[in-house]
């Protein structure tokens, strides 16, 4: 099992920056993907942002050039670094990690941090 804590989230204004960090406790070794996604209200959860343990990454159109992710593997936690931020990027944010399992990769949620983007 791998339990994950969100720290970060907040209230900003239009174009302000946050910086979201998820740390991996209980039995991390072994993750090989690490993710954040968002839940507006009254919508999906969405995928943000992913990084493998290649370093490749993968955005949401509507943040690429805005937010940046990043891990480091040593101290298990990965980081969500979001710029000029907009009233549509108010949302929970949920950090998620995989490892890989037997027929299907065995995923991990993190509670969520409230982002609250104001006009």
């Known amino acids: 099992q791998v339990q994950l804590v969100e720290s970060g989230g907040g209230l900003v204004q239009a174009g302000g920056s946050l910086r979201l960090s998820c740390v991996a406790t209980?039995?991390?070794?072994?993750?090989?993907?690490w993710a954040w996604y968002r839940q507006a209200p009254g919508k999906q959860r969405e995928l943000v942002a992913k990084i493998n343990n290649n370093g490749v990454t993968d955005y949401l159109d509507s943040v690429k050039d805005r937010f940046s992710i990043s891990r480091d593997v040593d101290k298990w936690t990965h980081t969500l670094e979001m710029i000029n931020l907009k009233t549509d990027d108010t949302a929970v944010y949920y950090c998620?990690?995989?490892?890989?399992?037997?027929?299907?990769?065995?995923?991990?949620w993190g509670p969520g941090t409230q982002v609250t983007v104001s006009a």
């Open positions: 209980g039995n991390p070794v072994g993750i090989n993907v």
């Open positions: 998620n990690v995989e490892k890989p399992g037997w027929s299907v990769p065995y995923t991990f």
